[in-house]
T-cell receptor, first 109, second 114 residues
């Protein structure tokens, strides 16, 4: 399988804390994307980082990419209860996106 | 602006029955996809269509067929449903070439095969 791996599988934190999720992949990539999925809903795109970029920010989100280690991380700062969701990384090599298994984030009020 | 619309949202089938999942997007996107999502396995690509008139197999195409009816619509057909096809199916689309840009997802179709 070309699927990457995400860790942790589940993460529970208190509101206001930061949440960090990690993603590893197996092949060379053109870009890596992060998505969010609320329970029972479709996935929503959060951020895309290209293979020649090392860090990208969007609001409270910070994504890093280390192509030498074939890994990426997503940091959510000052988390809120509304951030409770599953988060997926997806790596692009060639013509398709390959999704990881996701991290279930729970932010407790 | 509806985005990506999938029908039906829920369906229960008996083993051996057939059905078609419909997907339509109103964003003038070129590429469309069908994924399935199973617990603990993330999303796996079934088929995709890079443009109207073309379709390609993904990671798990066996037991499925697709039709890119026009630029807006991309349907997924199960000819003879099996319990292993119980899953949540997501349609997605993108303006960019496959893999190059963000995907826009529908809300999913939850299929149970008894």
């Amino acid at each position: 399988s070309q699927q990457g791996e995400e860790d942790p599988q589940a993460l529970s934190i208190q509101e206001g804390e930061n949440a960090t999720m990690n993603c590893s992949y197996k092949t060379s990539i053109n870009n890596l994307q992060w998505y969010r999925q609320n329970s029972g809903r479709g996935l929503v795109h959060l951020i895309l980082i290209r293979s020649n970029e090392r860090e990208k920010h969007s609001g409270r989100l910070r994504v890093t990419l280390d192509t030498s280690k074939k890994s990426s991380s997503l940091l959510i700062t000052a988390s809120r209860a509304a951030d409770t969701a599953s988060y997926f990384c997806a790596n692009n090599s060639g013509s398709r996106l390959t999704f990881g298994e996701g991290t279930q984030l729970t932010v407790n009020p | 602006n509806a985005g990506v619309t999938q029908t039906p949202k829920f369906q229960v089938l008996k083993t051996g029955q057939s059905m078609t999942l419909q997907c339509a997007q109103d964003m003038n996107h070129n590429s469309m996809y069908w994924y399935r999502q199973d617990p603990g396995m993330g999303l796996r690509l079934i088929y995709y269509s890079a443009s109207e008139g073309t379709t390609d197999k993904g990671e798990v195409p066996n037991g499925y067929n697709v039709s890119r009816l026009n630029k807006r619509e991309f349907s997924l057909r199960l000819e003879s449903a099996a319990p292993s096809q119980t899953s949540v199916y997501f349609c997605a689309s993108t303006l960019a070439a496959p893999g190059a840009g963000e995907l826009f997802f529908g809300e999913g179709s939850r299929l149970t095969v008894l």
